[in-house]
């Protein structure tokens, strides 16, 4: 079975940018629609991007939409978040996660659509 494991994460002065990086074990993203989420102390985990495993079609959460970019590198098999305008807001622990092959029914913006999970990496952004 697929794991995924987060990387890149950091602290970062306000205005500057992070890029992590999911990668994948035992398996291949190639037929998973692959996320990343994020989730502040005390708040609950929220949708940030997502890829569809063969559409070039990224999904957005409103918050991060024109400052962040969800990229695929089928030959490095992972799944990357440029992340460019950051802010403390952006503060986070910030989780991969990826569906089962070719789901039937994929809601990109719904985390229980996603069944393997990362343990995460923490995204730190200073004023």
């Known amino acids: 079975q697929v794991q995924v494991v987060e990387s890149g994460g950091g602290l970062v002065q306000a205005g500057g940018s992070l890029r992590l990086s999911c990668a994948a074990s035992g398996g291949t993203f190639s037929s998973k629609g692959v996320a990343w989420f994020r989730q502040a102390p005390g708040k609950e985990r929220t949708f940030v991007a997502a890829?569809?495993?063969?559409?070039?079609?990224?999904y957005y959460g409103d918050s991060v939409k024109g400052r962040f970019t969800i990229s695929r590198d089928n030959a490095k098999n992972t799944v990357d978040l440029q992340m460019n305008s950051l802010t403390p807001v952006d503060t986070a622990g910030y989780f991969c996660?990826?569906?089962?092959?070719?789901?039937?029914?994929?809601?990109?913006?719904?985390?229980?659509?996603?069944?393997?999970w990362g343990q995460g990496t923490q995204v730190t952004v200073s004023a």
């Open positions: 996660a990826a569906t089962a092959d070719r789901p039937f029914s994929w809601s990109p913006y719904s985390s229980r659509t996603y069944t393997t």
């Open positions: 890829m569809h495993w063969s559409f070039n079609n990224p």
